[in-house]
């Protein structure tokens, strides 16, 4: 009875939200209908299961799986205690999580540095080329590098374009200004090609190492202006109160300033993450085969030409999956923004 009057008050008020409703469903059955047609009947889906591992993890040695469902199975622990942390229903792990929560900044910087071993070998392990860390497996490990190390640089952008040195104030303006008025691609053509010219000649940066220093260097302008935003929503009296009770300029920033102002950009920094996110797709075009240059390497194999439906839609899935979840730890972190307050 309910779902009728809600549907009498907002589907069917008047005559022509009637007539547009109808419209709208018979449009939607009739969308609906094709594309299942297509999937269940149409659809050559061999060309996602026998390629399943290059979609994954590219042309990683199949002997050293073991190192990858080890790295993933450590990231899922320590990544399930810190959404545990950040989910309001499990309030009998809040005790326990205020003890843990000022070791996961170095947990997770340990976790990264154990995954990077394990993937690259070395130390007692047998080493793996980089050029065979292919597929999801490089575009999680490029997009999490990017906006670790994106994050804390944009933030001194920020912070220096407030700052009332004038040299620091007008190179960090300089910066953000240049980069945010260059593309993407021509970024990372620029870290491919013109920064080994500016290292020593018996420096030579790893193909990966390039592509992570483009993608920080772009996304860092646009995370200062987030930040930016966020500063400014800060009213002047937060500043004065921090200052009568006699906290320097470092603490100013760590203990009042900082956590308010990125609490209120939540929502845009965790955009401009999904968006770097997506982005890594750009890497195929500077020789990284990511996990849309993998799909190009698939579509290439004579016994699966034409799949580009196939193929797209099962990589769009995943692109999905993945800016999903990200948005809702967004959600969650706006829900227990007062822990960090």
């Given at each position: 009875?309910?779902?009728l009057i809600w549907l009498r008050k907002n589907l069917f008020n008047n005559w022509y939200n009637g007539v547009l409703t109808i419209v709208c469903v018979i449009v939607l059955f009739?969308?609906?209908k094709g594309?299942?047609?297509?999937?269940?009947?149409q659809a050559k889906?061999?060309?996602?299961?026998?390629?399943?591992?290059?979609?994954?993890?590219?042309?990683f040695p199949q002997a050293l799986y073991w190192r990858i469902c080890l790295a993933l199975a450590i990231n899922s622990i320590i990544g399930l205690i810190t959404w545990h942390g950040l989910m309001p229903k499990y309030q009998l792990l809040q005790k326990a999580y205020k003890l843990i929560v000022p070791l996961l900044a170095p947990i997770w910087l340990l976790t990264f540095i154990i995954t990077i071993w394990l993937l690259g070998g070395g130390l007692g392990l047998q080493s793996v080329p980089t050029n065979l860390w292919n597929g999801l497996l490089l575009t999680l490990l490029m997009a999490f590098v990017s906006i670790v190390l994106s994050f804390p640089l944009g933030i001194l952008l920020a912070l220096g374009r407030n700052s009332e040195l004038p040299v620091i104030r007008w190179f960090s303006i300089l910066y953000i200004e240049l980069v945010?008025?260059?593309p993407l691609i021509g970024v990372l053509f620029i870290a491919q090609v013109m920064l080994p010219l500016f290292l020593p000649d018996n420096w030579r940066l790893d193909r990966l190492v390039r592509g992570v220093a483009g993608l920080v260097l772009f996304s860092a302008a646009y995370m200062a202006e987030n930040v930016r935003g966020g500063l400014q929503s800060i009213p002047r009296g937060q500043f004065e109160a921090a200052k009568a009770l006699g906290l320097n300029t470092f603490l100013l920033l760590i203990l009042v300033i900082l956590p308010q102002a990125l609490r209120a950009v939540i929502p845009t920094i965790v955009g401009q993450f999904i968006g770097?996110?997506?982005d890594t797709s750009l890497l195929s075009l500077?020789?990284?085969?990511?996990?849309?240059?993998?799909?190009?390497?698939?579509?290439?194999?004579?016994?699966?030409?034409?799949?580009?439906?196939?193929v797209y839609i099962f990589i769009g899935v995943i692109y999905w999956?993945?800016?999903?979840s990200m948005s809702l730890v967004a959600r969650n972190l706006e829900v227990k923004g007062d822990r960090f307050t």
């Open positions: 009875m309910d779902q009739s969308l609906s594309i299942l047609f297509w999937i269940f009947n889906w061999q060309v996602v299961t026998a390629n399943i591992h290059l979609f994954l993890v590219g042309r945010r008025g260059l770097l996110f997506k500077v020789g990284l085969v990511e996990l849309t240059g993998i799909a190009r390497s698939i579509l290439a194999q004579p016994q699966f030409l034409g799949r580009y439906m196939e999956v993945f800016c999903y």
